[in-house]
């Protein structure tokens, strides 16, 4: 199993371009999360997935947008990008709300 | 709202001694699960212990363990005979009733030889 990836592993981007961070997980799992990581910070949630199909806001989702077509797949979009979006982005998966989230390798996004 | 603090930004401890890293949170929920994760500077996140709410039984992995105190709704974690290998970033997360893990804004292990 490869778990849980993300591609790019890095992206520069200028202000006001667009991008599309892609996860994928081959767990079968039924939830997936996208989080932000800033500088000596924990990670904050924009947005989560409980299913195909089925995806809600997290605590920081300004910005963003995503989608859930299949199980495997949960891409985030940037529309716009602005500054106060460079960070570190991790997606994450769990089979249920209360099992352990496994975590890609993240995407270090910087917009300038 | 969920809150996790943790009050310490940056420990040290000596190779093969205890340390022990702080948590406390808040959540107006019963039920409930309380994770510390792992970041070495690779970046990845690693999941270190977990705790369910409902047992009173600490939660313990080889030389990591959590001592548990719901009433006073504190999280701590202990690290015996520390390595090397230990020295990474932790956080404390909790998981409530709702689908989001909060998480603390970690703490900065250092493991001296």
């Known amino acids: 199993n490869a778990g849980v990836t993300q591609t790019p592993k890095f992206r520069i981007l200028k202000i006001g371009q667009s991008m599309t961070l892609q996860c994928a997980q081959d767990m079968n799992h039924n939830y997936m999360y996208w989080y932000r990581q800033d500088p000596g910070m924990g990670l904050k949630l924009i947005y989560y997935s409980v299913g195909a199909g089925i995806t809600d806001k997290g605590e920081v989702p300004n910005g963003y947008n995503v989608s859930r077509s299949t199980t495997e797949d949960f891409p985030l979009r940037l529309e716009l990008a602005a500054p106060s979006q460079t960070s570190v982005y991790f997606c994450a998966s769990s089979y249920n709300r209360n099992n352990e989230q496994f975590f890609g390798p993240g995407t270090r996004l910087t917009v300038l | 709202a969920q809150t996790v603090t943790q009050s310490q930004p940056e420990m040290s401890v000596q190779e093969a001694e205890t340390v022990t890293l702080s948590c406390t949170y808040d959540t107006s929920e019963s039920d409930y699960y309380l994770f510390w994760y792992k970041q070495p500077p690779s970046r990845q996140m690693i999941l270190v212990i977990r705790?369910?709410?409902?047992?009173?039984q600490n939660a313990t992995e080889n030389r990591f363990s959590v001592n548990f105190q719901k009433a006073a709704k504190s999280f701590s974690l202990k690290i015996s005979d520390s390595q090397l290998g230990d020295a990474a970033m932790y956080f404390c997360a909790l998981n409530n009733a709702g689908n989001m893990l909060t998480f603390g804004g970690g703490t900065r292990l250092m493991v001296k030889p």
């Open positions: 705790q369910e709410a409902y047992k009173q």
